[in-house]
């Protein structure tokens, strides 16, 4: 009994500690792709006529407001030091907020190609893109429903249902990642200089780092929801 509880409260450490090392790649992930958009792209500009600077709207909205955040509310129960009911509410918030902004993402990427006079979800991003979205709206409504309004599922179906939520969820942010890379992969390719070069591979390789992370800091916990 007291050796479960003393590994318990180590994992309960070491998920924390994971948990700030991701704060910590978040906080260079979104100062790297800014870095980028601004010096070597251009500035971020939805309203622009340029299409590179509605374009740019694409990475910073889909990095900083949905893979970004998405990670952010699945550590909301390592990171949050609040009561259970408050940590969950956090997760569903933030998680709202990313579905919204990845919304504006995708306009954004198909407004560019409007502008650009390029065609549409014909890269292999796209379609990874589309996917990692749609499932996680889909992911979203199913939470709120489950977990959030009353009468609709009852406590032992929550019980059974948190488990896949959970793996859904992180695969599903992976996805996501997975989705990051193959546009900065596309972006690589067609970069500028070799100093653009290396701060897309970089900046690649944080959000990765990301998502190592967040899913190390998930699989040490014991407790979710």
């Known amino acids: 009994m007291a050796h479960g509880i003393i ?10 500690r994971v948990a700030m090392l991701a704060h910590v790649l978040f906080l260079t992930t979104a100062v ?30 889909m990095s900083w407001g949905f893979i970004l955040l998405i990670g952010e509310a699945i550590l909301a129960y390592t990171t949050i030091p609040m009561d259970h009911r408050t940590q969950k509410m956090m997760h569903m918030l933030i998680h709202l907020v990313a579905l919204i902004l ?18 549409s979800l014909v890269s292999l991003h796209s379609w990874l893109g589309i996917a990692a979205v749609s499932l996680f709206a889909l992911q979203w409504l199913f939470g709120f429903a489950t977990f959030w309004l009353r009468g609709v599922a009852r406590d032992g179906t929550r019980a059974a249902a948190a488990p896949a939520h959970i793996m859904a969820g992180l695969a599903i942010f992976l996805l996501a990642v997975c989705a990051a890379q193959t546009g900065l992969v596309e972006k690589s390719a067609g970069a500028a200089s070799a100093g653009e070069t290396k701060l897309i591979n970089a900046t690649g390789v944080f959000i990765v780092l990301y998502g190592v992370a967040v899913a190390s800091a998930v699989a040490m916990r014991r407790e979710f929801l």
């Open 102 to 119: 990845a919304i504006f993402g995708v306009y954004a990427a198909f407004k560019f190609h409007d502008a650009a006079v390029a065609p």
């Open 32 to 61: 790297l792709m800014l870095v980028w958009l601004l010096h070597y792209r251009g500035g971020i500009n939805i309203e622009s006529e340029d299409p590179e600077q509605i374009f740019n709207v694409h990475p910073f909205v």
């Open 7 to 16: 590994g318990g409260y180590h994992h309960s450490v070491v998920a924390s």
